[in-house]
Every structure is written in structure tokens, then in C-alpha cells.
């Protein structure tokens, strides 16, 4: 059974950094990719961030473009995501996803998801 445990959340000002985990287990992960997305109140789910998992090719949404990175290593089983210079419009449910294919922007390629973590930036 695939599990995604996401950690690394809480509050920070703007202008901070947060760093997330995703802890993955269940299966070997060497033909998938990982992707994080997130959720604010009211909002639909948004692509943030994904990469290959043996290629590491990734892919950005062009709102966190130069500000969020993400990477992974396989020796951990773990994909992270590196949040700089955050905004209040960051804040968000943030949720690791796992697709059996290339990095991919659309959250209905990604079959298992984590419980999400809650990321809040104060202005």
C-alpha cells in the first residue's frame, strides 16, 4: 500500500522560508513522479511544483517560479519542497501526489495522495 506523509508546515511571515517533506513508501518509486499541489479555502487544488523520480526533470507553476524547488532523494524515499521568499497567497493545504508517468501539471494523473500539510504566511 503506497503512503504519502507530508511534514514541514506552520506559520511564517512573509518573506520566509519553509521547507516540506514527503516521506514515500509502499513501493519502488523508480518509474514515477512526485508532485506537490495545493489547496486554499475555497479554491481549486493548484500545481505547484513535481519531478521525475529516477530523471529528475521537474516542473514549476509559474507562481512559484525562482521561489520554490523541488528535489529528491531516493536513498530516503523523500521529495521536498523548498519554499523561499513566501507571500500570503501562499498559504495553503500542501499535498505530495504520486503519478506512474513523467511529471505531470494535472492533478488527475496522480493516483495517491498524502493528508497534506497546513502552510500559513502572515503579511
Known amino acids: 500500500q503506497v503512503q504519502l506523509v507530508e511534514s514541514g508546515g506552520g506559520l511564517v511571515q512573509a518573506g520566509g522560508s519553509l521547507r516540506l517533506s514527503c516521506a514515500a513508501s509502499?513501493?519502488?518509486?523508480?518509474?514515477?513522479?512526485m508532485g506537490w499541489f495545493r489547496q486554499a479555502p475555497g479554491q481549486e487544488r493548484q500545481f505547484v511544483a513535481a519531478?521525475?523520480?529516477?530523471?529528475?526533470?521537474?516542473l514549476y507553476a509559474d507562481s512559484v517560479k525562482g521561489r520554490f524547488t523541488i528535489s529528491r532523494d531516493t536513498a530516503k524515499n523523500t521529495v521536498y519542497l523548498q519554499m523561499n521568499s513566501l507571500k500570503p497567497e501562499d498559504t495553503a493545504v500542501y499535498y505530495c501526489?504520486?503519478?506512474?508517468?513523467?511529471?505531470?501539471?494535472?492533478?488527475?494523473?496522480?493516483?495517491?495522495w498524502g493528508q497534506g500539510t497546513q502552510v500559513t504566511i502572515s503579511s
Open positions: 501526489a504520486t503519478t506512474p508517468s513523467a511529471p505531470r501539471y494535472s492533478d488527475s494523473s496522480y493516483n495517491y
Open positions: 509502499g513501493r519502488t518509486f523508480s518509474r514515477y513522479a
Open positions: 519531478i521525475g523520480w529516477s530523471s529528475g526533470i521537474t
